[in-house]
Nanobody, 124 residues
Framework: QVRLVESGGGLVQAGGSLRLSCAAS????????MGWFRQAPGKEREFVAA????????YYAESVKGRFTFSRDNAKNTMYLQMNSLKPEDTAVYYC?????????????????WGQGTQVTVSS
């Protein structure tokens, strides 16, 4: 049974930092394409970042490029999203996801497994 569990969310002031974690079980993160998405109230789920399964290449939404860093620790079967210079518009529930077939995709429907989400709130 595949399980993705996010943690690390919270309340932070604008300009601050948070590191989200996504611990995986039932799959090996190095063999799946992994992604981070977020969803703000009243908005659709949007792409944040993705990492390819084979090369480990990363891709970012323009809105977070240069501020967020996606990494994974294969030994811990965990991936991370380091978020710096946070802005109020980054406020959302953040989800990690895994795709068996689409590497580096920004489309939520390409992902097969999802975590339950972690709330990130950035105050101005």
């Amino acid at each position: 049974q595949v399980r993705l569990v996010e943690s690390g969310g919270g309340l932070v002031q604008a300009g601050g930092s948070l590191r989200l974690s996504c611990a995986a079980s039932g799959l090996t993160v190095s063999k799946y394409a992994m992604g981070w998405f977020r969803q703000a109230p009243g908005k659709e789920r949007e792409f944040v970042a993705a990492i390819r399964s084979n090369s480990g290449s990363t891709y970012y939404a323009e809105s977070v490029k240069g501020r967020f860093t996606f990494s994974r620790d294969n030994a811990k079967n965990t991936m991370y999203l380091q978020m710096n210079s946070l802005k109020p518009e980054d406020t959302a529930v953040y989800y990690c996801a895994a795709s068996a077939h689409y590497s580096g995709s920004s489309y939520p429907y390409h992902y097969d497994y999802w975590g339950q989400g972690t709330q990130v709130t950035v105050s101005s």
